[in-house]
């Protein structure tokens, strides 16, 4: 048994994470849907007896929002509240430090300037909702706790906007993008790296915001990502593009409290850069 558990360990985030601390030869249990159903609490609470983790990185979630608003409304709410009430109670009674993984969807994205930690919530779609409930219970269940906001999130362990950009790509020599929601990417080694840096430094506990630094629009992303190909990315407002779920308009959170840590922030544009030469 190690000090470390991570839920949700084959996820986008869940095997990013596994991916760094096998680089750094740190051990740890990881445990999949099906290995720890998080909304069953008495399987939650039966693993987290056996392993009695120090450290507890929730990275277990529903994160599909456009289903989440109907189909998969129920299912939604079970993972991210139900399922993290279950994981905050097991990981309190065994005396961990839980690293809870949040969203800028919790804000309504009409402020025009930076989001910090404490500013009024609002959202307006179901996902964020339930993350929004998630956050409570942590911040209610736990003594020592890490709830981190992020947005926008790529990476190389799942489905993601850089890969769909890549794959369009493929067959469409135009593409057209909203250019009119602004917000700040987040490459899922950035955010992987400050849960460790933060249970490693024993930072103040509470809420941060993490993302890479600088921020652009869906259209800006998407003409980075593909710079070397050609396809021509053509901007469309919200009202072409209709989804589903509510989209913030301007979700970008203030970095400032993450980086009073020391932890230093890669740009979007450097974290892309570095992915995309991953995958060459």
């Known amino acids: 048994m190690s000090d470390i558990l991570i839920t949700g360990a084959n996820g986008q985030l869940g095997s990013e994470l596994r991916n760094l601390l096998d680089e750094r030869g740190v051990s740890y249990d990881a445990f999949d849907s099906k290995q720890l159903d998080i909304t069953n609490p008495d399987m939650v609470s039966e693993r987290f007896e056996a392993v009695k983790p120090k450290i507890v990185f929730h990275c277990a979630a529903f994160t599909a929002v456009d289903p989440a608003e109907d189909e998969k409304k129920d299912l939604n709410w079970k993972v991210n509240e139900e399922g993290t009430k279950n994981v905050a109670e097991a990981a309190e009674k065994v005396d961990a430090t839980i690293v809870y993984i949040s969203t800028d969807y919790v804000f309504d994205g009409t ?4 989001y910090t930690t404490d500013d009024p919530t609002n959202p307006k779609n179901e996902y ?13 269940t736990m003594s020592k706790y890490y709830i981190i906001r992020t947005s926008w999130v790529f990476g190389k362990y799942g489905k993601n906007f850089v890969f769909t950009m890549l794959r369009l790509a493929e067959s469409h020599d135009k593409l057209t993008v909203v250019d009119d929601q602004v917000g700040r990417p987040t490459w899922t ?7 460790v840096y933060a249970t490693d430094n024993h930072i103040p506990y509470g809420y941060y915001q993490l993302s890479n630094d600088g ?9 980075d990502i593909l710079k070397d190909k050609p396809v021509d990315v053509q901007p469309v407002t919200s009202d072409q593009y209709p989804q589903k779920a509510y989209r913030p308009r301007h979700s970008v959170m203030s970095l400032d409290k993450v980086k009073k840590t020391g932890f230093v922030i890669p740009t979007w544009q ?11």
Request: a negative charge; proline letters at 0%; one cysteine or more.
């Open 270 to 280: 450097e974290a892309l850069e570095k992915f995309l030469d991953q995958l060459d």
């Open 111 to 114: 402020k025009q300037g930076e």
């Open 189 to 195: 080694r950035t955010l992987a790296e400050f849960m």
């Open 215 to 223: 921020q652009c629009s869906w259209c800006e992303f998407a003409s």
């Open 128 to 140: 964020g909702k339930s993350k929004l409930a998630g956050e409570e219970i942590v911040a209610k």
